[in-house]
């Protein structure tokens, strides 16, 4: 009795990202595998009764898409209707940011915590203006003298707030910043509202944690984006005690167990990955080691839907805060320090040794959060130092953003059979503001993707949402042109990659760093049936044109979860 496929597609170009990046015009799925690739007269004679057979028409077929570096709770949390939006262009000046406020307190009853998310400096016009100028209470209190407000920056390491909230946690001019983060003060020695890195703990610690109902709202919210984007997988990068004080919690161990219930109840419409986060930044590697074993062995809800890949691990902040640990000077100085226990930079390096020790040790693998390029070389190289003494094979760890990649990296790196995960959206979005902190030649070079392909590191990519929109399209074009969001500015030419690559680091490389490249990351007989169709011919299309190009269907497993073609029997 012959066997039919249960989906069918004619017509398109099937970009099968295969050893050969070859081009395939009908793909055939059955049982959520793919089951044949070629042309018509290959897929034909699996067409039946019951097939559903979709005319591409000439759109381009896709493997999933894998956002490899996503909180997705977190974006959930932090877009509408759950949070007030305050990315660009939604907002483009502190104004604008006051008003949208305004209109948020009007919709709550009296006293009720107030949140938004994704302000940039960077794109607000009186900061713009004058770069000296950063957000403050004041901007806020006029329009909110009696609620609380809570305003998370894009990129997740700074937080504003207004004068209740810091009267209602209890910050003044006396509170010492945990370590590891700082709380701005002005001439006057009074706190302004704005909280960097560690010292936004204290404004977390004072908020009521997420309940169950909003995280699976957040989550639910999440997924519904991610289908209409064409993302089939993404990694969950850091759930556990030390995301308790992140964003209410939403990096939290409760998350995990929302998202089993998820999966038991069929909800669960994208491939998640897992890293646990023992402990948040600042911590000490005795406490990283203690509650990393205290967690024991979470184990896989389902190795190909829901699975725990690993421990993350902060090693320093991020550039735009000057946390990012740096070989030279900043701009106006300092070099930024690792965020981890310890009082001299000797201490640190040792801590953060420990840690990555550990958790290699124990047979996890490692995703560090690094962005410095002293940071990136003190991380490759104890990543080296572990596998050297507990020899392990293909344990891939990753340096996650690694934003300014030295060659000595990438070296060892290569060497070692490791990764980096990088962030394209997020080098669209602040390669501009960057220049201020780094310099012109330093803010090109940031996110080097051609080196890092060139010396042999397997290159993933995420877009780090809610820190930036996970729109992968967007991302494959700033990968291809380079070009800044703010001024359209080319930063780094040189470090362009091509279009073939660019695919790679969002299917078969991400499938790599979850440990899945035999069985998902490409189309390929046998493999999962996770499929993206973008309207238009993407091998062809000028790369400016690339992030309009709609996403018309996405399947997850053989099952469509997002729908704006016509399906015919």
Not at 298 to 325: C, E
Not at 535 to 550: C, K, Q, Y
Request: net charge negative; glycine share 12%; hydrophobic share 40%.
């Amino acid at each position: 009795m012959a066997t039919y496929a249960d989906l069918v597609f004619f017509g398109g170009r099937g970009v099968t990202v295969d050893a050969e990046f070859s081009v395939a015009s009908a793909l055939a799925v059955t049982g959520g595998i793919i089951s044949a690739v070629g042309g018509r007269d290959d897929v034909a004679p699996l067409v039946g009764p019951g097939t559903r057979v979709v005319d591409l028409r000439g759109a381009t077929l896709l493997p999933g898409i894998n956002d490899s570096h996503l909180h997705g709770c977190a974006f959930g949390m932090a877009t509408p209707p759950l949070s007030v939006e305050l990315g660009h262009p939604a907002v483009s000046s502190l104004a604008d940011v006051a008003e949208a406020v305004r209109e948020a307190v009007g919709r709550v009853p009296g006293g009720q915590w107030v949140t938004g998310h994704g302000w940039d400096a960077g794109y607000l016009d009186e900061c713009v203006a004058d770069p000296s100028r950063l957000p403050s209470r004041r901007d806020l209190d006029a329009v909110s003298p009696d609620h609380p407000v809570v305003l998370y920056s894009f990129s997740g390491h700074a937080t504003w707030v207004n004068s209740k909230a810091l009267e209602l946690i209890g910050i003044d001019r006396h509170t010492v910043a945990p370590p590891g983060g700082a709380i701005v003060v002005d001439e006057a020695g009074k706190p302004t509202g704005l909280l960097h890195e560690g010292a936004q703990a204290l404004v977390q610690n004072a908020l009521p944690p997420l309940s169950r109902q909003e995280r699976t709202d957040a989550i639910r919210s999440n997924l519904a984006t991610l289908a209409r984007l064409g993302i089939t997988s993404y990694t969950e990068p850091g759930l556990g005690p030390g995301g308790d004080g992140i964003m209410r919690g939403a990096l939290g161990a409760e998350t995990l167990d929302v998202y089993r219930r998820l999966l038991a109840d069929g909800e669960l419409t994208a491939r998640v990955g897992i890293l646990l986060l023992p402990t948040g930044m600042a911590s000490t590697a005795e406490e990283f080691a203690r509650t990393l074993t205290a967690l024991g062995d979470p184990g896989d809800a389902d190795p190909r839907r829901l699975a725990i890949h690993g421990v993350k691990v902060f090693a320093d902040g991020i550039v735009p805060n000057k946390t990012a640990w740096m070989h030279e000077p900043y701009v106006g100085g300092g070099c930024g320090s690792l965020c981890v226990g310890g009082e001299t930079d000797a201490e640190r390096i040792d801590e953060i040794g420990a840690m990555i020790r550990h958790a290699h040790a124990a047979g996890h693998q490692l995703g560090v959060h690094v962005t410095g390029d002293r940071a990136i070389d003190t991380v490759a190289d104890a990543f080296a130092t572990a596998m050297a003494e507990h020899p392990r094979p293909d344990a891939r760890h990753y340096v996650i953003h690694g934003d300014f990649l030295t060659a000595h990296s990438m070296k060892v790196l290569a060497e070692h059979g490791f990764g980096v995960n990088m962030n394209p959206t997020i080098k669209w979005t602040v390669a501009d503001m960057e220049e201020e902190f780094v310099g012109v030649e330093r803010a090109a070079y940031a996110w080097p993707y051609r080196d890092a392909i060139d010396a042999g590191v397997r290159v993933a990519s995420g877009s780090d949402a809610p820190v930036t929109y996970p729109d992968w399209r967007q991302g494959v074009a700033t990968m291809l042109l380079r070009e800044s969001k703010a001024a359209g500015r080319v930063s780094g030419p040189e470090q362009r990659i091509v279009l073939a690559e660019a695919i790679r680091t969002y299917t078969i490389d991400a499938a790599w760093q979850d440990f899945a490249e035999d069985w998902k990351g490409s189309l390929e007989p046998g493999k999962a049936a996770d499929l993206c169709v973008l309207d238009g011919d993407l091998l062809t299309a000028d790369p400016h044109d690339i992030p309009e190009m709609p996403v018309v269907l996405t399947v997850v497993d053989g099952q469509i979860v997002h729908d704006t073609l016509t399906l015919r029997d």
